[in-house]
């Protein structure tokens, strides 16, 4: 693993940036994710104006931090000489915005984190007026989602699998290919958003009530989430030449949350035979905070274990380092509220905690195999975990599977079909299957370990808005 445990993820490093020390706070010393982001006041149209630098920043608590002023101020020397040992230098695009930060070397990564983690400590001999400065509060910034190239999707949850193929073949819920292949499928780059970003209800086909019959043309009316993680990908690689599992923690550059919106109804009239296509690229919203993956070093696990009557990764896809250390542990909910609940000042309902050390397949896994017939990811790529689900009802992580009476799990299995379903009901006595217009689905993951500092991923939140009108 080329992320290890180091004095960054020391437990008792407090920063001089006092509201990173709160213990509720998911952006202590320990995690410094990356953000591109923007000052409320400044005027995004027009960004080259007035002395535009990079959006990219470094949260510290409710603050971020200018790391491109911290640049121009000299602050970050020990990081420009690696930058200069470095065969293909380029400090100013690195250190630009987060996709830049995705074409650096793992030894500039690093030395970048030691560089903050120094500045910010409670004992550090920085200059604070002068860091303070490059200090904004979070609450007046606005996020943009990083420049993504490339998006792929995957289905890497088991449980996940197993509850939707269930639906809709309950003797046979697994294809038989899961277990071999990571399954996925490419995704829309251009409809990725930043959390906050309202989403319009997608119209398209529906399936015809009966067989044979025409499809229904109108909004979707059974809209879902899907509670996923992403990760960003780091270094790319040549066309034609594969990323081994042994070097694929070396492409990663960190992880964000991910809703994966599904209208349902779409996609189960379209995704046979090719796959989702409409029913999922009207939009995605990613989480504006990319937590590192040398963040994430000690919340690191084996990847799952499989059942003895399993068949193993081809080789392509196992090593020693995969199996020992290739999961992570991250705990990850969803909460709703209502337009209703808003209104009426109540707090979002809890709908569902999962983790995504239940993940079938590991974030190496998906990455190799996306390469192993010579595609070339590329910086700043995304790739979608799928939705993450663990065995109880309380831990799926989409409607379609949340409101499902079925439960292939329970013992002996409970076997409905598809359609069955019992609906959430919320505090203002208001029921739902799926999503309504002006809900909004707010997730949330964090790493908690034992002698470890709590990490989190702040938030990834969408309200949806009613369709166009026809
Ligand atoms: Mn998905």
Redesign the pocket.
Known sequence: MPYAIDETHDPSLKSWVESANDPKSDFPIQNLPYVNYMGKDEDPANPLADGFVGPLGVVIGDQILDVNRLLDEGLLETVEEVATNSEDSDICYWLHAVEGLANAPLAFRKELRNQLSTILKSDSSIDRDLVSKLLTPVTDCVFHEPSIGDYT?F?ASLYHATNVGSMFRPDNPLLPNYKHIPIGYHGRASSIVASGTSIKRPVGQQAPSEEGGSPAFGPCKLLDY?M?MGVIVGRGNDLGEPISIVEAEDHMLGMCILN?W?ARDLQKWEYVPLGPFLA?NFASTVSPYIVTMEALAPFRCPAMERDAGDPQPLPYMDSDANRKAGGFDIMVEVHLSSAKMREQGIEPVHLSTGNFKDMYWTLAQMLTHHTVNGCNLQPGDLL?S??ISGTTRDARGSMLELTWDGDPFAEPPVVVPGTQRTPIVLPTGEERKFIADGDEVIMKAYCEREGFRRIGFGECRGIIEPARTL
């Open positions: 999707d289905y899907e996923e994966d599904s999922k979608g799928g939705t």
